[in-house]
């Protein structure tokens, strides 16, 4: 899984490498656990964040066949 752009301030778009995935669930987490954000059953790949402070998040994905995914990102 590839989240782009990394570091960003508005939104952010998640690619998967296995073309056959797509998305159940996004959760948004910040550095002490706390869910941020989360999203089901999206229309799209890009996830808005510009109500989020600044700061690191750790992105969770499940997706539709199961698979976990984690990243870090960024929010200037």
């Given at each position: 899984m590839l989240i782009f752009p990394n570091?960003?301030?508005?939104?952010?778009t998640i690619s998967f490498t296995e073309t056959?995935?797509?998305?159940k669930q996004v959760c948004i987490f910040d550095m002490q656990g706390k869910i941020m954000l989360r999203q089901e059953n999206l229309s799209s790949n890009t996830i808005n964040i510009s109500?989020?402070?600044?700061?690191t998040y750790i992105v969770q994905v499940i997706s539709k066949?199961?698979?976990?995914?984690?990243?870090?990102?960024v929010k200037e």
């Open positions: 570091p960003t301030n508005l939104s952010f056959q995935e797509s998305i109500n989020l402070p600044s700061g066949r199961g698979k976990e995914y984690t990243s870090k990102l």
